[in-house]
């Protein structure tokens, strides 16, 4: 079975900053990975996903994550944030299957972009 | 532009109402799911379907019960709404596969008094 977690619970940042969102997995088989983005009061929105291939994925807002194999890590980045990047992000896995689609979804980490 | 709509993006119910919660899909998913999301607990599934007329209990079944007549629409219900089942509800739904995403709704923010 596959699971999620991911380290940070809040993150504060100073607008202008680069910021690091942390997410580690466990799984026995290979995965695919996913972040999303909620703004407040609204649903998640895809920001990007890893399926193969090359392991640095970049996603829209100018948002890139890096898949390590041997960590089992999926971090988030961003090399300078806007207070408009103020929001929940999820990290997520799923593990290829014939069968229905699920996703495991992390905690959370609430990014806070302070002026 | 695809999309899961969601009803109602506020409710209030009172305590013992039966409530229902529709999604309604346009991308032709084979899967949707309802979660319900609360400060601290982050996204919970509730029921899922992978087909019309198919429905699986995700990790917090008690209290909700789901409909699929239509590949487009997944119905949530509460059959006796209660104050612990105030929460923002979120629909989603995907193709069948696990390289694909979901793609959510907007939520439906629910209150019961």
């Known amino acids: 079975a596959q699971s999620v977690t991911q380290l940070d619970s809040q993150v504060p940042v100073f607008e202008e900053a680069p910021v690091e969102l942390r997410c580690n997995y466990s799984?026995?088989?290979?995965?695919?990975l996913f972040w999303y983005v909620q703004y407040p009061n609204q649903g998640l929105q895809l920001l990007l996903k890893?399926?193969?291939?090359?392991?640095l994925v970049k996603g829209i807002n100018g948002f890139e994550a890096e898949f390590n194999k041997s960590q089992t890590s999926f971090h988030l980045r961003k090399p300078s944030v806007h207070i408009s990047d103020t929001a929940e992000y999820f990290c997520?896995?799923?593990?290829?299957?014939?069968?229905?689609?699920?996703?495991?979804f992390g905690a959370g980490t609430r990014l806070a972009v302070h002026p | 532009d695809v999309k899961v709509t969601q009803s109602s993006r506020y409710l209030v119910k009172r305590t013992g109402e039966k409530v229902f919660l529709e999604c309604v899909q346009d991308m032709d998913h084979e899967n949707m799911f309802w979660y319900r999301q609360d400060p601290g607990l982050g996204l919970r599934l509730i029921y899922f379907s992978y087909d019309v007329k198919m429905k699986e209990k995700g990790d917090i079944p008690e209290g909700y019960s789901v409909s699929r007549e239509k590949k487009e629409r997944f119905s949530l219900i509460l059959e006796s709404a209660s104050t612990n089942q105030t929460s923002m509800y979120l629909c989603?739904?995907?193709?069948?596969?696990?390289?694909?995403?979901?793609?959510f709704g907007s939520g439906t923010r629910l209150t019961v008094v």
């Open positions: 997520a896995v799923s593990a290829p299957s014939g069968g229905y689609n699920k996703l495991i």
């Open positions: 799984s026995s088989v290979s995965v695919y």
């Open positions: 890893y399926l193969s291939g090359s392991t």
């Open positions: 989603a739904s995907s193709f069948q596969g696990s390289s694909y995403g979901y793609t």
